[in-house]
């Protein structure tokens, strides 16, 4: 009965850190700010200038004669510092914030591209099997250019959500 107790206790001491770090990993924020101003140029250019001497991460931006609307990727300490800063544009009208935890579309993109990955294994497999004239070859070959192709993709996407660890996706509207 102590080997038994002794075996849980090990586990769970081994384990249960790792389980908790995964519930913390890969997690974005996503903000959004609405400001509204009465001189609005004025204040426009006022952001536009923060953005620039700051050298913020531009994803999209889009200016007219009346709306200025941002979509920044930030680091935290990024973050704070225009947080600090957003009185000096204007009244900010609505700040909404959220937390994403990315872990499980991480795990379900891994899982798609191990799938992906032994299903082209498969066909290559059945390929080289094939007479390289015949009308089958061309479509189990076609099949795996396309395999190749989503494999590409979800590596990709893959990528872009284990750079998204601790970002603030920040879009300002003035």
Same mark, same amino acid.
């Given at each position: 009965m102590f080997?038994?107790?002794?075996?849980?206790?090990?586990?769970?001491l081994t384990y249960l850190p790792l389980l908790s770090q995964t519930t913390f990993q890969f997690q974005s924020t996503l903000v959004d700010i609405s400001i509204t101003a009465l001189d609005f140029s004025g204040n426009s250019i006022k952001l536009n200038n923060y953005i620039t001497s700051h050298k913020l991460h531009v994803i999209n931006q889009d200016i007219s004669k009346t709306y200025a609307d941002y979509n920044l990727v930030l680091s935290e300490a990024q973050f704070k510092s225009?947080?600090? &800063?957003?009185? !000096? $544009?204007?009244?900010?009208?609505?700040k909404k914030i959220t937390t994403v935890n990315n872990s499980n579309?991480?795990?379900?993109?891994?899982?798609?591209?191990?799938?992906?990955?032994?299903k082209k294994t498969s066909y290559l497999e059945l390929v080289s099997k094939l007479d390289s004239?015949?009308? &089958?070859?061309? !479509? $189990?070959?076609?099949?795996?250019?396309i395999i190749e192709e989503s494999i590409h993709h979800k590596e990709k996407e893959l990528l872009n959500y284990n750079t998204?660890?601790?970002?603030y996706k920040v879009n300002i509207r003035l």
């Amino acid at each position: 009965m102590f080997k038994v107790l002794t075996s849980i206790a090990i586990f769970f001491l081994t384990y249960l850190p790792l389980l908790s770090q995964t519930t913390f990993q890969f997690q974005s924020t996503l903000v959004d700010i609405s400001i509204t101003a009465l001189d609005f140029s004025g204040n426009s250019i006022k952001l536009n200038n923060y953005i620039t001497s700051h050298k913020l991460h531009v994803i999209n931006q889009d200016i007219s004669k009346t709306y200025a609307d941002y979509n920044l990727v930030l680091s935290e300490a990024q973050f704070k510092s225009i947080e600090d &800063s957003l009185n !000096g $544009f204007g009244t900010v009208f609505m700040k909404k914030i959220t937390t994403v935890n990315n872990s499980n579309k991480i795990q379900e993109i891994q899982l798609e591209l191990k799938y992906l990955t032994e299903k082209k294994t498969s066909y290559l497999e059945l390929v080289s099997k094939l007479d390289s004239k015949s009308e &089958s070859y061309y !479509g $189990f070959w076609k099949e795996v250019k396309i395999i190749e192709e989503s494999i590409h993709h979800k590596e990709k996407e893959l990528l872009n959500y284990n750079t998204q660890d601790d970002t603030y996706k920040v879009n300002i509207r003035l």
